[in-house]
């Protein structure tokens, strides 16, 4: 087992547009080197599926190293005939190496893993392309079967790569064949900032200083947690004051994560393309509060109102509960994350995630978008009919 500081530094790609189709497509620059291995935990299918893929794509792309989180490390160590890069056991230094060192991120698991992955950028502006192979219990968010491991992995270290070129044949010889570029659907993040009653960043939602906030693939989530009271919230968008919601909790929710929390609260569903917040109460008292979606660029803030009853109430990112607890006065403060696209054509921000299929196939977006919803979640599935 290696230290993951010892490999070399991070390789950006490029992400364009491309004509007739609504997702963008990868380039990398020169031959990515650093993959970060992500797993279910307590999966022992999942563990073996990732020991399969590493050993094939070791053999057949050798110049390819692997990163996996510490407290992973030493389990994959003893499973594979070559060394594994641990990233540092402390939080921070994990952090550095992650933002400087990771190429790209293969997850072995549902969408909980995808976002575990996610969460490990969650301070950095930029996130390394994530090829998720779905082996959890729903896997809406998970685009390829671990079947496609072959396909899918040479898709995404093939982008960009074009005819006569050297530095990708894993031979060492020249590109005999054309390669289309992987198809990638950037999904908006969130940012999140908890403001004391005084205005002071408050907590590990400080974030490092070249950043000052968090980001979040799904959702943030204020709740009222074991208090039996409800929540008294009061609700700001763009500034000014839209009400003030009495509820179990309140949900600020990006695309991806219409289909999540938001979606089992009432909350629509929003394609991942679609620039846009979701504002989605949790039991609410009041019958006619119902679920809004707002730009993007909206900021939204949630105050503890004086009214409240519970000492407190919990803030969770993607799944993870933060510190601290919100008292009256503090405020949780969610605005999108900046899309940007420069003139010519390269966009940057988001989570870049590898989708199945290249561009110019017949499909011209995310197709499988629409084949979770009608496959996964059964959208509008008729009554008396077999699954």
Not at 75 to 81: F, S, V, W, Y
Not at 86 to 92: G, W
Not at 103 to 108: H, P, S, V
Request: neutral net charge; aromatic residues 8%; glycine residues 10%.
């Amino acid at each position: 087992m290696k230290d993951a500081e010892e490999l070399p530094r991070r390789i950006y790609p490029v992400y364009t547009e491309t004509e007739n189709n609504d997702l963008l497509s990868l380039r990398w620059p020169r031959p990515l080197r650093n993959v970060l291995l992500v797993k279910k935990d307590r999966s022992p299918t999942a563990t073996d599926s990732l020991i399969e893929f590493a050993k094939h794509v070791q053999s057949t792309y050798p110049a390819i190293s692997f990163i996996a989180e510490h407290r992973n490390a030493l389990e994959l160590h003893n499973r594979l005939p070559f060394p594994i890069y641990a990233l540092p056991a402390s939080s921070e230094a994990a952090s550095q190496c992650l933002r400087g060192k990771v190429d790209a991120t293969a997850t072995f698991g549902g969408d909980g893993t995808i976002l575990h992955a996610s969460s490990l950028f969650s301070n950095m502006s930029t996130v390394p392309p994530i090829l998720s192979f779905s082996m959890g219990t729903l896997g809406f968010l998970g685009e390829w079967k671990f079947e496609e491991y072959k396909r899918a992995f040479k898709e995404m270290y093939m982008s960009g790569a074009e005819i006569g070129m050297t530095d990708w044949s894993p031979t060492g010889g020249k590109v005999l064949e054309s390669n289309a570029c992987a198809r990638v659907l950037l999904r908006n993040r969130l940012k999140v900032r908890i403001y004391s009653a005084d205005g002071r960043i408050m907590g590990d939602l400080a974030a490092p200083p070249k950043t000052r906030h968090v980001h979040a693939m799904n959702e943030v989530i204020i709740h009222r947690g074991k208090d039996p009271h409800l929540a008294v919230v009061e609700v700001f968008v763009g500034g000014r004051f839209l009400t003030e919601a009495v509820a179990d909790g309140m949900i600020i929710s990006t695309p991806t994560g219409s289909t999540a929390y938001s979606l089992s609260s009432g909350g629509s569903i929003v394609h991942p393309l679609v620039s846009s917040l979701l504002i989605t109460p949790i039991c609410p008292r009041s019958l006619s509060f119902r679920p809004l979606v707002v730009p993007g660029n909206s900021p939204i803030t949630l105050r503890l109102s004086e009214k409240n009853r519970a000492s407190d109430l919990e803030v969770t990112v993607d799944g993870v509960r933060r510190t601290p607890s919100i008292r009256v006065g503090m405020e949780v403060r969610v605005w999108g994350e900046d899309m940007i696209k420069r003139g010519d054509g390269e966009w940057s921000g988001g989570v870049p995630c590898i989708m199945r299929g290249a561009v110019g196939a017949e499909a011209n977006g995310d197709d499988g978008w629409v084949v979770g919803l009608n496959g996964l979640l059964k959208f509008n599935y008729p009554f008396g009919e077999e699954g």
